[in-house]
């Protein structure tokens, strides 16, 4: 049974960090692209970030280049998302998910509950 768990969402204000987590059970792990997405109240879920199996290739939405970077620790099952630099656009619940494929892919399989993420001004 596949589970993705994330963690590490809250509130903080403009400008501030806060670094995401998602922990992989029941998968193996170094063989999924891993990615983020994000979907705020009364909007469409949305990609954020992709990361390849081995993690040396990164995908970004052109929203997040240069503030956001997915990495991944395959030893720990855990891929993360540190954010930098956040506005209040950034608010939303953010998901990672699974991917079977060869990054970049957009077939994402297994997917976790959410962290919500609330960016004040």
């Known amino acids: 049974q596949v589970q993705l768990v994330e963690s590490g969402g809250g509130l903080v204000q403009a400008g501030g960090s806060l670094r995401l987590s998602c922990a992989a059970s029941?998968?193996?792990?170094?063989?999924?692209?891993m990615g983020w997405f994000r979907q705020a109240p009364g909007k469409e879920r949305e990609f954020v970030a992709a990361?390849?199996?081995?993690?040396?290739?990164?995908y970004y939405a052109n929203s997040v280049k240069g503030r956001f970077t997915i990495s991944r620790d395959n030893a720990k099952n855990t891929v993360y998302l540190q954010m930098n630099s956040l506005k209040p656009e950034d608010t939303a619940v953010y998901y990672c998910a699974a991917s079977p494929l060869v990054a970049p892919t957009t077939v994402y399989n297994y997917w976790g509950q959410g962290t919500q993420v609330t960016v004040s001004s």
């Open positions: 990361i390849s199996w081995g993690g040396g290739n990164t």
């Open positions: 029941g998968l193996t792990f170094s063989r999924y692209t």
